[in-house]
């Protein structure tokens, strides 16, 4: 221990005269105390320290350990001049290392990725900032888990889950989510996984679908909040995959059984069971499902729900963007004041209720209050009004009429609320209710509307889509 506070000190007096700073730079900030006095006057030289910092590393002063950092297959070797004071400040890791050395020089073992960006890594522990682009973030990550830099590696973190939106040739959301997974990063896994969930259709015409392992293809066929035009769109993109990636016949089987073939109508599963290639080799393995699906669009689902489990995942909606089931609403100047609309929906997906339409009235307040947090009475004893300054926005979704064929089933209202990341059109924010936004709690409460340069506006604009999805109970008896 004392050798190593030795260097320390020696470290520190150092820096202290490298860092030796001109009066002329000077920075005076006044701390003003809650009572409004003065607690004191600041000189701060952050900055100046920072540009110190980077000059300390980049020429190589007063440098007392070299970093040699090799890849696996030794073709390619960079040194650093480093500094042991300002490593073991950054890094448990290095200290450690540095603690244990026996000579002037540490060797580093890297992958090709995270060598082709340390320099960037080692910047960052002198000067604590990092510029990077999307097809670097894996390697510093790498660098900043190993190393045990805590603040580096959230800060990556951060910046991934940002960027999932970003443009790339390839994709990377993919990379990524297969990445997290390994890493056990459960925030950037689940981000990943959400993005891609509920950005489906613009996923599956890119270039990275047919990439995606079949560990992730299998999560995602399994999820009844993905996002996309049909289900006829999931299955094309399916047997797209099956026929470029060619899996064993247990993991083809287990796909096409994901999928959701009650959703599809009689004439397309007609021409998938006629055309689909993929489809006719492995339709054994899903006859028992086509057949069921017949079924559903054969009769109501009341004589169903009779006699099957009407909310296993066959029987159960996924966000579909098609006419049937919902419409986009762009809400102009979203904080002026109240807007409706109205749109229709088939009244469910079986064939059986094809020609039934439901209306939807649907009400959005910018600043509506909930009863709880508003006087039933104004000092006038009159009733205030339901709309006031400081509420929170809020949408109401009812159908027009009542009828006799909504009985056993249950309507759930979805609302897509997009936004504008790195130029593309994502889905941000996806609310489940039954009739009401309040029944969330955090409807667009981080969206901030009354900035015209908002995320969520586009051309002055709040986008939603609403989704309805009729969920059936199911009827059966159970024997004694």
Partial sequence: MEKRDARLLAGLLFL????????????????????????????????????????????????DVSLRVETPKADEVKVFQAHSLVLSLQSAVFEEMLLGRNSSTLV??????????????????????????PDQATALHKLATKYQVLSLQQGVTHYMTQNLAR???????????????????????????????????????????????????????????????????????????????EPDGLMAENALR????????????????????????????????LYMSYQFHSASPLQMAKYFDVNC??????????????????INNPTRDDRSTSFQTQLGPSSHDANKRVTWNALFSPRWLPLSMRSMYSETGAMQPARVE???????????????????VNFQKTVLVMAQQQGRLVVKHVYNFHQ??????????????????SEYLVDSSLLLHIVVKPLYQTLITTKN
Wanted: proline share 3%.
């Fill in 436 to 453: 009401s936004t309040e029944e969330n709690g955090d409807f667009l409460a981080e969206a901030d509307l009354y900035r015209r340069t």
């Fill in 390 to 408: 400081g509420g929170r926005p809020r949408i109401i979704i009812t159908p027009a009429t009542s009828s006799a064929d909504f009985a056993g």
């Fill in 108 to 133: 580093l073992r890297e992958g090709s990725d995270c060598a082709a960006v340390f320099d960037k890594f080692i910047r960052y522990l002198y000067c604590g900032e990092i510029s990077l682009h």
């Fill in 167 to 245: 443009e790339s040739r390839s994709g990377h959301v993919a990379s990524w989510y297969e990445y997290a997974l390994k890493a056990e990063d459960v925030t950037l896994r689940d981000s990943c996984l959400q993005y891609l969930a509920w950005n489906l259709s613009s996923v599956l015409q890119s270039g990275e679908w047919l990439t995606i392992s079949s560990q992730l293809l299998m999560t995602l066929l399994q999820r009844s909040d993905l996002i996309l035009q049909s289900e006829m769109e999931l299955f094309a993109g399916l047997e797209a995959w099956i026929l470029q990636n």
């Fill in 258 to 289: 994901a999928v959701r073939y009650a959703m599809m109508p009689p004439r397309e599963l007609f021409r998938l069971q006629t055309q689909s290639t993929v489809l006719a080799r492995y339709q054994e393995s899903v006859r028992d499902l």
């Fill in 16 to 63: 202290a005269a490298w860092f030796h700073l001109e009066a002329a730079a000077d920075v005076l900030k006044v701390d003003v105390a809650q009572d409004g006095g003065s607690s004191g006057d600041t000189i701060s030289h952050s900055l100046t320290v920072v540009q110190r910092l980077e000059a300390l590393l980049v020429q190589g002063n007063g440098s």
């Fill in 313 to 330: 995942s066959l029987f159960v909606p996924r966000n579909y963007l098609s006419p049937v089931w919902g419409a986009p609403w762009a």
